[in-house]
C-alpha cells in the first residue's frame, strides 16, 4: 500500500509557516562553512589581532563596519565598494565619509580568507565574524555568528544618509533608526553599548559639551580643551567615547552616562529622563546583563536582510563586484 500523501491543504499551511519561519530568522546558519572553509576563523582572528595589537582603536573601527553595513539594506557588504568614476557607494555617504575605517584591515582579512579557500566566503561575512572577535579580542564576549551572506552587486549612498542614525538624534529618533530594521528600543540601546570602545571627532560632540545642560562640567571642560568652539577649526580631533576605559568592552558606557559623560548627544539621550533610563541602570550595575543583551542584539543586527542562496554573489575583492 502506498504512503497516504498529506492533504493538500496541510501542505499549503506547512509550505506557509516554513517560508514565514524563513523570513523571520533568515537562512543563516553557525556552521555554514563547516565543510567549505573549516579554517575560516583560524584565518581571520591573527589577523583581527595583529591590526589591534598595532592599534587598539583598529578594533573599535572594524565593529562599526558591521554596523553601518548591516543598517543601509542589509548585511551585504556594501558598505566595502569603493566609489568608482560611473558608480557612487557608500563610502563617501554623510555617516561615513573622514569617519568609517579599516578598509585596508578587511582587505589584510578576505586576503587570508582567500588564500585559505578561494572565493567561498562572503564580505558581508568577513565583516560579521571581524565584528565579533573585535569585541572579543577587546576584552568582550565571544558568540557563535551566523553565517551565509552573499555581497551586493549595488550599493545606495542614499540609503547610508538615511538609514544610519546620526549623533544629533533624539531618543525617539533614535528608537524609530533601529525600528525601521526590525531592531527594538532595548537592542538599541544594548547595541549603543559598543561606544565602550573607540573614538569620535569634535564634530560630532562639540555642541554637545559647548551648549547642553545635561553634561557634566567637568567631563565637559575636559573635552573642550580638545575640542575648539568655532565650527571647522579641530573638527577632527578626537576623544575616546568612554573616558574611563576607551580599548577595553565593559559596561562603562553606561556607568558614564549615569554621571551625564555621555560624549555625544545621541548617547545621553539614553539617560535623560525617558523611557530606557531604566534599562541603562540596568546594564550599569550589571556587566552580564548587558553582555547577554548586547549579543543577542549583535545577532539580530546580523540577521537584518541578508542576501542569500542563489542572490547577489561572493565577491573576490571586498572593494569591487566580480
Ligand atoms: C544608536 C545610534 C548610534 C549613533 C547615533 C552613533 C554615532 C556614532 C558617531 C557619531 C561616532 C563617531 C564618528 C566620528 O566622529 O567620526 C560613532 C563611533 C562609533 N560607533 Fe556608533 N553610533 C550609534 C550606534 C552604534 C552601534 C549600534 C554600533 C555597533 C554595533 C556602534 C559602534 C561604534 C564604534 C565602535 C565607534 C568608534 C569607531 C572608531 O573609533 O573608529 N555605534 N558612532
Ligand atoms: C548623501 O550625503 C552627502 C553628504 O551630505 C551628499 O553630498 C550626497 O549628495 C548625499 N547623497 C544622496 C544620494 O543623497
Ligand atoms: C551654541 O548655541 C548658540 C546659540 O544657539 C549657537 O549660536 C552656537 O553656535 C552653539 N555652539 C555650538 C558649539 O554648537
Not at 35 to 49: D, L, T
Not at 186 to 196: E, F, I, Y
Not at 299 to 305: A, L, P, V
Request: aromatic share 8%; proline share 6%; with cysteine.
Amino acid at each position: 500500500m502506498a504512503p497516504a500523501s498529506p492533504p493538500p491543504r496541510i501542505m499549503a499551511v506547512f509550505l506557509v509557516v516554513s517560508l514565514l519561519a524563513m523570513s523571520a530568522s533568515s537562512q543563516l546558519t553557525t556552521d555554514f562553512y563547516y565543510h567549505s572553509c573549516p579554517k575560516v576563523f583560524q584565518a581571520i582572528m591573527p589577523v583581527v589581532r595583529s591590526a589591534i595589537q598595532k592599534e587598539a582603536r583598529m578594533g573599535a573601527s572594524l565593529l562599526r563596519l558591521f554596523f553601518h553595513d548591516c543598517f543601509v539594506n542589509g548585511c551585504d557588504g556594501s558598505l566595502l565598494l569603493d566609489d568608482t568614476p560611473t558608480f557612487t557607494g557608500e563610502k563617501n555617504a554623510a555617516p561615513n565619509q573622514n569617519s568609517v575605517r579599516g578598509f585596508n584591515v578587511i582587505d589584510q582579512i578576505k586576503a587570508a580568507v582567500e588564500r585559505e579557500c578561494p572565493g567561498i566566503v562572503s564580505c558581508a561575512d568577513v565583516l560579521a565574524i571581524t565584528a565579533r572577535d573585535s569585541v572579543h579580542l577587546l576584552g568582550g564576549p565571544y558568540w557563535d555568528v551566523k553565517l551565509g551572506r552573499r555581497d551586493a552587486r549595488t550599493a545606495s549612498q542614499a540609503a547610508a544618509n538615511n538609514s544610519i542614525p546620526p549623533p544629533t538624534s533624539n531618543l525617539n529618533q533614535l528608537i524609530s533608526f533601529f525600528q525601521n530594521v526590525g531592531l527594538s528600543a532595548r537592542d538599541m540601546v544594548a547595541l549603543s553599548g559598543s561606544h565602550t570602545i573607540g573614538q569620535a571627532r569634535c564634530t560630532n560632540f562639540r555642541a554637545r559639551v559647548y551648549n547642553e545642560t545635561n553634561v557634566d562640567a567637568s567631563f565637559a571642560q575636559t573635552r573642550k580643551n580638545i575640542c575648539p568652539r568655532p565650527n571647522g577649526v579641530g573638527d577632527n580631533n578626537l576623544a575616546p567615547l568612554d573616558q574611563q576605559t576607551p580599548s577595553f568592552f565593559d559596561n562603562n558606557y553606561y556607568k558614564n552616562l549615569l554621571q551625564k559623560k555621555g560624549l555625544l548627544h545621541s548617547d545621553q539621550q539614553l539617560y535623560n529622563g525617558g523611557s530606557t533610563d531604566s534599562l541603562v541602570k540596568t546594564y550599569g550595575n550589571s556587566q552580564s546583563t548587558f553582555v547577554n543583551d548586547f549579543v543577542n542584539g549583535m545577532i539580530k543586527m546580523g540577521d537584518i536582510r541578508p542576501l542569500t542562496g542563489s542572490n547577489g554573489e561572493v565577491r573576490k575583492n571586498c572593494r569591487r563586484v566580480n
